[in-house]
């Protein structure tokens, strides 16, 4: 299983296999459907083709963090998936300006020498998004590669894709977003040095910047966390926000883990948001906001308990 970061100059064994095509951010049932569809038409041999940076961050770069998972946990689940290779297609002024058929030459007949090609039905690519699914499917049947077009994927929650796992983040549901994604969502990164107000209130943090990852709703959450992807999943308390009661500022995921005192600067965290408690609030005074903290601890703690 290997990632290559381009579609140029790969070695033999990568190429001329079955690929599934397209942004693949939270790998929910729709994205799964599209490689499923890609393994049955490798005979169980696979690839996953996708684009780094994400065209949307190409073409809008002003716009509020987006990502669902970042590349490394995307191509980790996606290689979990059964996929044997992962393709980042490197999206840049150049192929922002191929058209849909000098896409298809040059990314995926001389570069992958695909086989096969799986993609949603929705998929859209070349310049000006020109191509849609049946065009990727005449130009197949030309230039000697079958196409799988997926239909669209109906979850309990309504239609799987990414933008309502985003909707579903940004208006504080995260039990809508893991019913879409398979799982809870997760926000990771390293633990940065805070401004140690939570030691002195009596609930240590460990903080988390979460960059380009999409930014949930603020406010305080049940939460799970995992230390350097192994051991427990361990429970407690989060605050994302921008703390208005000891002075604003970025936002900034705090989490307290629970029953824990260790020195956790440096170490890769993952927090597995689980249920949404309330919104970010600006206390009148520390008394009044640890007070709350003590409240939506015990809340926290209740939540995870029937989970």
Known sequence: MAVYADY???PASARGTSVALGNFDGLHAGHQAVMEAAKQAGGGKFAVATFEPPPRAYFRPSDPPFRIFRPERRNNA???AGADVVFELPFNGEMASMTDESF???VLVDGLAVSHV???FDFRFGRGRMGHAQRLASLGRALGFGVT???EVIELEGK???TAIRQALHAGEPEVAAELLGTWWIADGVVESGEKNGRTLGFPTANLHLG?????RHGIYAVRARI???GDWLDGVANFGRTPTTGIRDPLLETHIFDFDDDLYGKWLEVQLVSFIRPELKFDDLDALVEAMHADAAEARKRLAKR
């Open 8 to 10: 140029r100059g790969l």
């Open 78 to 80: 996606i290689l979990a």
């Open 104 to 106: 298809v030459r040059e």
């Open 118 to 120: 799986s993609v949603g």
């Open 149 to 151: 077009i997926v239909e």
């Open 160 to 162: 799987a894709s990414s």
């Open 212 to 216: 380009d990852l999409i930014h949930p």
């Open 228 to 230: 350097d992807q192994q």
